[in-house]
């Protein structure tokens, strides 16, 4: 019996009748979208689970970060990691700005606060950092930076949402923070987004912004765009929230049937579990260095042969892509440890619908590799 496919991730969806009243309801109502009651609900409903005041929903994480980068007012160049998925950087393209790659840090794989100071230019107007696999950025020194030159501070924490840290809101620092609210992120609305602000103002703002720069029926006050999130996507928003708090903890049992099965195989490493009150499991990234028989792509390549689409998240680096080749801040040899890391990166299937049995035959898999007979193909340098 050939056994079923298992992907990076799988977009939680409920029993179909689970979500028929809701449609039931948007039916009725007539309003399909344009801040209707379940937009409306699920602002509420969000801002209460992630304990923030000020939330503003988007049609998707893209759009949230090109409207918190309009309301920053960013200009010139702004400072960001090439270990993410490119949205990152392509907001800042869009709005004529140029990115400027510093390099992570080896173990939390989020910008390097010294590689960011040491990036800052006269041009400089904002740091971009990435919250990476839901694991925080050292939010305290990236302030400290982003004080001392008076530069603003936005969070891509698209990964982060369910993330609970110790003593601080992690949503909430920096001048701005946007969530992903995509079909493989924990929580999803099929896409969306969401932008936390820090107070009542700003998300005036943001809404302006998301519905065109509308303040009212006949006044514009800015050049806005369509980012607004339409009304079947906030009911399910509201549905899935119901389930989510089920769903990271079997994620993160299956987090650890990994890190048992997986603990003793030379040459693989699991990522240490950051310092939170509660990770989100969004992902589970392993490393594979040269004490393992296969290159990290052959091992990608066995897996799929498998049928389990494991994921490269992220390779390449941003800065390899052509459009950012060019720049200064993409030259080879400026970003060793993305670079490393972007080469022994794999992010193994994980989501709540997965079993123990399933999370054993990926690991088992794993431990089984042999050399191949061949030489190595695939590996970086
Ligand atoms: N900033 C960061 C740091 C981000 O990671 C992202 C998005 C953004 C900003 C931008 O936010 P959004 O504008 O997207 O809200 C996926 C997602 O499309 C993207 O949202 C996400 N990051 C990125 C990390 O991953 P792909 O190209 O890898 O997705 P795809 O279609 O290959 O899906 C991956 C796997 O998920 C598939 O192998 C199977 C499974 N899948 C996916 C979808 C969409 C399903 O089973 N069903 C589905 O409907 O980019």
């Given at each position: 019996m050939s056994e079923r496919p298992l992907y990076v991730t799988r977009p939680f969806l409920p029993p179909l009748e689970d979500f028929l009243p809701y449609l039931q309801e948007i039916w009725a109502s007539g309003?399909?979208?344009?801040?209707?009651s379940f937009h409306q609900r699920l602002e509420a409903a969000l801002s209460e689970y992630l304990e923030v005041d000020h939330l503003s929903l988007t049609a998707n994480g893209t759009l949230a970060l090109m409207s918190a980068i309009r309301v920053l007012d960013l200009a010139g160049e702004v400072i960001t990691t090439p270990f993410s998925f490119v949205a990152t950087s392509h907001v800042l393209l869009w709005n004529g700005i140029t990115p400027v790659f510093a390099d992570i840090d080896a173990d939390g794989l989020n910008l390097d606060p010294a590689a960011v100071e040491a990036a800052i230019t006269p041009r400089t107007t904002a740091i971009l950092p990435v919250h990476v696999y839901g694991r925080p950025c050292d939010v305290r020194a990236l302030q400290d930076i982003a004080d001392r030159h008076g530069l603003r501070l936005l969070y891509d924490a698209a990964h982060a949402c369910g993330v609970r840290t110790a003593?601080?809101?992690?949503?909430?620092?920096?001048?701005l923070s946007v969530l992903s609210l995509h079909a493989?992120?924990?929580?999803?609305?099929f896409e969306g987004g969401a932008v936390v602000s820090p107070d009542a103002r700003t998300k005036r703002r943001i809404d302006e912004l998301r519905n065109f720069g509308f303040a009212g029926e006949t006044s514009v006050v800015s050049a806005g765009i369509n980012a607004k999130m339409n009304e079947l996507q906030a009911a399910f928003g509201l549905l899935h929230l119901q389930h989510l708090d089920a769903a990271i903890a079997r994620r993160k049992a299956i987090d650890a049937c990994y890190r048992q099965a997986l603990a003793e195989v030379p040459g693989i490493r699991c990522l240490a579990l950051p310092d939170v009150v509660r990770y989100n499991h969004g992902y589970f990234p392993i490393r594979v260095d040269?004490?393992?028989?296969?290159?990290r792509d052959d091992l990608l390549s066995s897996l799929r042969d498998k049928g389990i689409y494991a994921r490269r998240y992220f390779y390449p680096l941003i800065c390899d892509f052509p459009m950012y080749?060019?720049?200064?801040?993409?030259?080879?040899?400026?970003?060793p440890v993305a670079r490393r890391v972007a080469g022994e990166i794999l992010c193994l299937p994980i989501y709540p619908e997965m079993d123990d049995a399933d999370c054993r035959r990926v690991a088992g898999l794993i431990r089984a590799a042999r050399p191949p007979a061949s030489p190595r193909s695939g590996r970086r340098s």
């Open positions: 309003q399909v979208t344009n801040g209707g003593g601080y809101n992690l949503l909430q620092q920096g001048d493989t992120k924990v929580l999803h609305t040269d004490d393992y028989p296969l290159s080749r060019g720049l200064p801040s993409a030259e080879p040899g400026h970003l």
